[in-house]
């Protein structure tokens, strides 16, 4: 898939109905893929992690995740074709799996609190009636049992895996395990899981479509994320002015 790139950041540009097309295809030719999504949090991140940067350019598909990245898309002549953060984007492409006759596909679930990830396998299990939620696991595990999930995760036959550990250690996780995971589709998944399982709740439908569901988001805990939203949003402009400059300069 064709990527632009957002200063030092490749980022495909796609609407919501090709990427899950891009998804179903390969699932349908089994053929691996990690999809990541970037917001500016993320971008942050990649500007202090070489290895960590590298992850993202090296994902088969990174998608855009709000309103940061779209407005730092502007400075680069660029747009994207529409938002597409993973809380969203994931229950449309279940939605159409769902709906297809004659394949009924695996998901296994790797991330949240204890007892969590359950809660969420079970409720997604209810909704989505054709897709078989065969497995879960908490992302609060011991580092020596890695290899015993892993061995949980194969066993299971999923197709895809949604990994929920939040940035960077999703998509980190991810790229160390990924010659072992036998999962076609990997997905680093954010709060996801959290948001699946009922225990956490999204915006209410103003906030985001106001595109302000960051804001909500630090008002429900804002020691966590007042740091990571005001002065992270000042750092990614920082960066993406830095980088544009530096360009027209060279």
Known sequence: MDKKWLGNVKVNILS???AITYIKEKLAKKIASDIFFLNDHGYNIAQKDSAYLDIL??????LNDGI??????????FSFKENLNGTDLIPALFQSLNEEKGNQYRVFLLGAKPG????AQERLQEKYNNILFVGCQDGYFPKETTENIIEEINKSKADIL????GMPLQEQWIKEHRSKL????TMAVGAFIDFSSGEVTRAPKIFRDLRLEW???MGKEPRRLWKRNFVGH?????????????????
């Open 16 to 18: 919501s109905k090709e």
């Open 57 to 62: 350019n090296n994902a088969d598909l990174l």
């Open 68 to 77: 940061g990245i779209e407005m730092g898309a502007k400075f680069f002549g």
């Open 116 to 119: 969590v990830a359950q809660k």
């Open 162 to 165: 949604l990994v929920g550990f």
């Open 182 to 185: 036998e999962s076609t589709i």
């Open 215 to 217: 804001l909500y988001r």
């Open 234 to 250: 000042f750092a990614f402009f920082y960066s993406i002015y830095k980088q544009r400059k530096t360009e027209k300069n060279t």
